[in-house]
């Protein structure tokens, strides 16, 4: 049946296909609606895990279980999950093993741009790559057989455009696999010195074996057009930019295994044409191995490194045309993006800056309030890092009077708790703001282990943050919860632990304000007559607040009633 | 031929329906089509883009400068934001409502003054109007999308049942009447 899907719905569709039983995975844009879209079929067990390492852990277990098993994560995911996901090489499969890994060059919504092509060379596992739905769906479907067939797990590479562009694809209907028996077989999966130096060589072997299947790989496609003398060697939407500005002026091969990749059909295609270009976004994979044959081809001399493509980009560079257009002389200001009206966040950053914290942040939906006019962060680096970098900062600055960590629920379910572990193991004295919105916020609302739901909806015991931080060492008496939204305590509270000489864990607790059983408070009016237009409301970044001739004024349809501004007015204006 | 249609807008305004309304209306006409969405750190208030490309064949899901036959903006600034965008005799359908960005709020930029008389005068073709009241007529402000499907509907290029079909398949039957309300008093804007 023809429908239009979303990449991430078309890979969750090409799971349920293919007959996977078990899929584990940690949220992360853009690779999050497939775990969501799979979760809707009954056929197929799917959880969120605590982190990447774990789900891509719980996966392996499956398939060495012998069920077809599945992760997905985001591109920085996959570092966390690094450590398993080198030894999966090693052991292989049972079940069939895919593991989906999202990149986002352009930094759509991460950190970084990372090319996680360098993860399936590092680890010797072969990497498919789709550029639409539609293959999106059949190469998902198709890794199962390869996988179970070469023994290894197969690395599906999606992007932020193929992930989260709809486009056609043909489904069909489930096949039904059935777990295969499991033989124990230490010298496979017991990794040790004397099993693993065995198995090194086994990986060798099928790496090579992948190399042979790589030449006649039906994902690897000639498209060949009269009369061109350009040959474009590319893969996943760099294909479709490439398409586009190029049409049929040129000659494509389009890689949908990018490794291992070939050697005779690179050869056999570049032979015929004038020039070979290699178009690639993020980094120079494709174009190292061309040249590594002895082929001359141009590449990253004229496309970047950094950044996203698109046909506007490729046709400017490599064909030197540019579209007219209009334009306006007026400076159209930027609409950077913010904290929610009503977001719980917005009062502890406000705090912090008040109080001139060193805020050492973290990853999620808070991440926005190190921007103007909150500015109450001073680091953010990856995930759960605002803890043990905190611990760090504050060894050799001695001032942890003056330093706090800021991080969500799910983060410091992710990866805040060893962290916190050190501060308490190594005696340091440092106060923790667990920031709990009993959400996973910015990846669009999904469970974690502590909101008492499961994926699948199912109600389940969630674990309490306070029982964690005392569990990991810290004292009763410093284990503090506050609701952000109340000023005066949330400050004293700060106050409190920041002067304490033990470390602290500071938990705000309050749901995000778009969380469907958060009742709107009505909306906030200013009395025009008692404001005094001093700005006191400005400093807190609401959206719903702006100076309309001197006075303040709330944004009726915005306002969620949270009552932040009403505490910062010093002249009762805002009722 | 592929028909370009961006849809632009404010996180959080519901852009997302709009582009699966157009998706299905275009894939009941059985044109291959491509919809590139954003999700993420940018629906928190950020400038939202969505593309709906659609025609026998579509390449790239995404529109570049000067390439939209179509932009249908959910917010003024937003429609000039992305005017580049717009082919030589494309068609910016506006609504007229206006909501600061963060650098107006806090005073650190001015929300620049008759947006709407400046596209026209770069030469754009503009069709504006405030789509917040006309979906406020037609029952609910969230049917916003919807007036605005109805106010592109000429310049689409698709025939007015199929996308009624559309709005059908799209959202859900209790609120089926008011959307399709919507989308007759944004159509009555179309011309």
């Given at each position: 049946?023809?429908?239009?899907?979303?990449?991430?719905?078309?890979?969750?569709?090409?799971?349920?296909?293919?007959?996977?039983?078990?899929?584990?995975?940690?949220?992360?844009?853009?690779?999050?609606?497939?775990?969501?879209?799979?979760?809707?079929?009954?056929?197929?067990?799917?959880?969120?895990?605590?982190?990447?390492?774990?789900?891509?852990?719980?996966?392996?277990?499956?398939?060495?279980?012998?069920?077809?098993?599945?992760?997905?994560?985001?591109?920085?995911?996959?570092?966390?999950?690094?450590?398993?996901?080198?030894?999966?090489?090693?052991?292989?499969?049972?079940?069939?093993?895919?593991?989906?890994?999202?990149?986002?060059?352009?930094?759509?919504?991460?950190?970084?741009?990372?090319?996680?092509?360098?993860?399936?060379?590092?680890?010797?596992?072969?990497?498919?790559?789709?550029?639409?739905?539609?293959?999106?769906?059949?190469?998902?479907?198709?890794?199962?057989?390869?996988?179970?067939?070469?023994?290894?797990?197969?690395?599906?590479?999606?992007?932020?455009?193929?992930?989260?562009?709809?486009?056609?694809?043909?489904?069909?209907?489930?096949?039904?696999?059935?777990?295969?028996?499991?033989?124990?077989?230490?010298?496979?999966?017991?990794?040790?010195?004397?099993?693993?130096?065995?198995?090194?060589?086994?990986?060798?072997?099928?790496?090579?074996?992948?190399?042979?299947?790589?030449?006649?790989?039906?994902?690897?496609?000639?498209?060949?057009?009269?009369?061109?003398?350009?040959?474009?060697?590319?893969?996943?939407?760099?294909?479709?930019?490439?398409?586009?500005?190029?049409?049929?002026?040129?000659?494509?091969?389009?890689?949908?295994?990018?490794?291992?990749?070939?050697?005779?059909?690179?050869?056999?295609?570049?032979?015929?044409?004038?020039?070979?270009?290699?178009?690639?976004?993020?980094?120079?994979?494709?174009?190292?191995?061309?040249?590594?044959?002895?082929?001359?081809?141009?590449?990253?001399?004229?496309?970047?490194?950094?950044?996203?493509?698109?046909?506007?980009?490729?046709?400017?560079?490599?064909?030197?045309?540019?579209?007219?257009?209009?334009?306006?002389?007026?400076?159209?200001?930027?609409?950077?993006?913010?904290?929610?009206?009503?977001?719980?966040?917005?009062?502890?950053?406000?705090?912090?800056?008040?109080?001139?914290?060193?805020?050492?942040?973290?990853?999620?939906?808070?991440?926005?309030?190190?921007?103007?006019?909150?500015?109450?962060?001073?680091?953010?680096?990856?995930?759960?890092?605002?803890?043990?970098?905190?611990?760090?900062?504050?060894?050799?600055?001695?001032?942890?009077?003056?330093?706090?960590?800021?991080?969500?629920?799910?983060?410091?379910?992710?990866?805040?708790?060893?962290?916190?572990?050190?501060?308490?193991?190594?005696?340091?004295?440092?106060?923790?703001?667990?920031?709990?919105?009993?959400?996973?916020?910015?990846?669009?609302?999904?469970?974690?282990?502590?909101?008492?739901?499961?994926?699948?909806?199912?109600?389940?015991?969630?674990?309490?943050?306070?029982?964690?931080?005392?569990?990991?060492?810290?004292?009763?008496?410093?284990?503090?919860?506050?609701?952000?939204?109340?000023?005066?305590?949330?400050?004293?509270?700060?106050?409190?632990?920041?002067?304490?000489?033990?470390?602290?864990?500071?938990?705000?607790?309050?749901?995000?304000?778009?969380?469907?059983?958060?009742?709107?408070?009505?909306?906030?009016?200013?009395?025009?007559?008692?404001?005094?237009?001093?700005?006191?409301?400005?400093?807190?970044?609401?959206?719903?607040?702006?100076?309309?001739?001197?006075?303040?004024?709330?944004?009726?349809?915005?306002?969620?009633?949270?009552?932040?501004?009403?505490?910062?007015?010093?002249?009762?204006?805002?009722? | 031929?592929?028909?370009?249609?961006?849809?632009?807008?404010?996180?959080?305004?519901?852009?997302?329906?709009?582009?699966?309304?157009?998706?299905?209306?275009?894939?009941?006409?059985?044109?291959?089509?491509?919809?590139s969405e954003v999700h993420g750190m940018s629906q928190r208030g950020g400038s939202v883009v969505t593309y709906v490309k659609y025609g026998d064949k579509v390449a790239s899901p995404v529109i570049c400068k000067g390439e939209a036959d179509v932009i249908m903006s959910f917010e003024l600034l937003e429609a000039a934001r992305w005017l580049p965008y717009l082919k030589k005799d494309g068609v910016i359908i506006t609504n007229t409502q206006q909501i600061n960005p963060m650098p107006v709020v806090t005073g650190a930029a001015e929300y620049p003054a008759d947006l709407v008389e400046k596209m026209k005068a770069a030469g754009a073709k503009v069709i504006a109007a405030d789509a917040l009241e006309i979906a406020r007529e037609a029952g609910s402000e969230k049917a916003v999308n919807v007036a605005l499907i109805g106010m592109a509907a000429?310049?689409?290029?698709?025939?007015?049942?199929?996308?009624?079909?559309?709005?059908?398949?799209?959202?859900?039957?209790?609120?089926?009447?008011?959307?399709?309300?919507?989308?007759?008093?944004?159509?009555?804007?179309?011309?």
């Amino acid at each position: 049946m023809k429908k239009i899907m979303l990449g991430n719905e078309a890979v969750a569709r090409g799971l349920y296909e293919a007959g996977v039983r078990f899929v584990s995975s940690y949220p992360g844009t853009p690779s999050t609606e497939i775990t969501e879209a799979v979760a809707k079929y009954d056929e197929v067990y799917a959880e969120w895990a605590p982190n990447e390492k774990v789900a891509l852990e719980a996966a392996l277990g499956a398939a060495i279980g012998g069920g077809r098993s599945f992760c997905a994560m985001k591109h920085v995911g996959l570092n966390v999950a690094a450590d398993p996901l080198f030894i999966t090489s090693y052991t292989g499969v049972n079940g069939g093993f895919v593991i989906g890994v999202a990149d986002d060059p352009g930094m759509h919504s991460s950190q970084n741009e990372q090319d996680s092509r360098h993860y399936a060379i590092a680890a010797k596992l072969p990497m498919l790559e789709p550029s639409d739905s539609g293959e999106c769906l059949e190469f998902t479907k198709t890794a199962y057989d390869y996988s179970e067939k070469f023994d290894t797990p197969f690395i599906l590479r999606l992007n932020t455009r193929v992930s989260h562009s709809q486009s056609i694809v043909e489904t069909s209907d489930r096949v039904e696999i059935p777990v295969k028996p499991y033989e124990k077989n230490i010298a496979k999966h017991v990794m040790m010195p004397a099993m693993a130096r065995g198995r090194h060589v086994v990986v060798e072997e099928r790496l090579a074996e992948l190399a042979e299947f790589a030449e006649n790989c039906p994902f690897n496609k000639v498209i060949e057009n009269k009369g061109a003398k350009i040959g474009i060697i590319t893969a996943g939407p760099s294909f479709c930019y490439a398409l586009e500005a190029f049409g049929d002026t040129a000659s494509y091969l389009k890689l949908g295994m990018v490794n291992p990749l070939p050697k005779r059909i690179i050869e056999e295609f570049a032979a015929k044409y004038e020039r070979v270009i290699v178009i690639e976004e993020l980094d120079p994979i494709i174009e190292t191995h061309v040249k590594a044959l002895g082929i001359k081809c141009d590449g990253k001399n004229l496309l970047p490194i950094c950044g996203e493509f698109s046909q506007e980009l490729i046709a400017d560079i490599l064909l030197n045309k540019k579209n007219d257009c209009y334009t306006l002389e007026d400076n159209i200001p930027v609409r950077p993006p913010v904290l929610c009206p009503g977001c719980p966040h917005r009062g502890v950053f406000y705090l912090f800056k008040k109080l001139g914290l060193y805020v050492s942040g973290d990853i999620g939906c808070y991440t926005l309030g190190a921007a103007q006019p909150l500015a109450g962060m001073d680091t953010t680096l990856c995930m759960g890092a605002s803890i043990s970098a905190l611990h760090g900062f504050s060894k050799v600055r001695g001032e942890e009077d003056k330093c706090v960590a800021v991080i969500g629920d799910s983060t410091f379910m992710h990866s805040g708790i060893t962290g916190l572990v050190d501060i308490t193991y190594n005696k340091g004295i440092s106060t923790v703001v667990i920031v709990d919105n009993s959400i996973t916020g910015m990846t669009g609302h999904q469970q974690n282990p502590c909101t008492g739901f499961t994926l699948k909806g199912e109600p389940v015991t969630g674990i309490m943050l306070e029982n964690i931080a005392k569990a990991a060492g810290v004292d009763e008496a410093h284990i503090r919860i506050v609701d952000p939204n109340n000023l005066k305590e949330t400050e004293a509270v700060l106050k409190e632990e920041l002067s304490a000489k033990c470390p602290s864990v500071i938990i705000c607790r309050r749901p995000c304000a778009l969380l469907k059983y958060v009742k709107r408070e009505p909306a906030l009016t200013v009395n025009a007559d008692k404001c005094v237009g001093c700005k006191m409301c400005m400093k807190i970044g609401c959206p719903c607040i702006s100076i309309v001739d001197g006075k303040a004024r709330i944004d009726a349809t915005l306002c969620t009633g949270c009552g932040l501004c009403t505490q910062m007015c010093k002249v009762g204006a805002i009722v | 031929m592929t028909k370009n249609i961006m849809i632009v807008g404010v996180g959080g305004q519901g852009s997302l329906l709009a582009s699966r309304i157009l998706g299905n209306a275009v894939l009941l006409q059985n044109y291959d089509v491509k919809v590139s969405e954003v999700h993420g750190m940018s629906q928190r208030g950020g400038s939202v883009v969505t593309y709906v490309k659609y025609g026998d064949k579509v390449a790239s899901p995404v529109i570049c400068k000067g390439e939209a036959d179509v932009i249908m903006s959910f917010e003024l600034l937003e429609a000039a934001r992305w005017l580049p965008y717009l082919k030589k005799d494309g068609v910016i359908i506006t609504n007229t409502q206006q909501i600061n960005p963060m650098p107006v709020v806090t005073g650190a930029a001015e929300y620049p003054a008759d947006l709407v008389e400046k596209m026209k005068a770069a030469g754009a073709k503009v069709i504006a109007a405030d789509a917040l009241e006309i979906a406020r007529e037609a029952g609910s402000e969230k049917a916003v999308n919807v007036a605005l499907i109805g106010m592109a509907a000429h310049a689409l290029g698709i025939d007015d049942e199929t996308l009624r079909e559309a709005v059908r398949i799209s959202v859900p039957e209790k609120f089926l009447e008011l959307n399709l309300k919507a989308f007759d008093l944004g159509a009555s804007h179309s011309a």
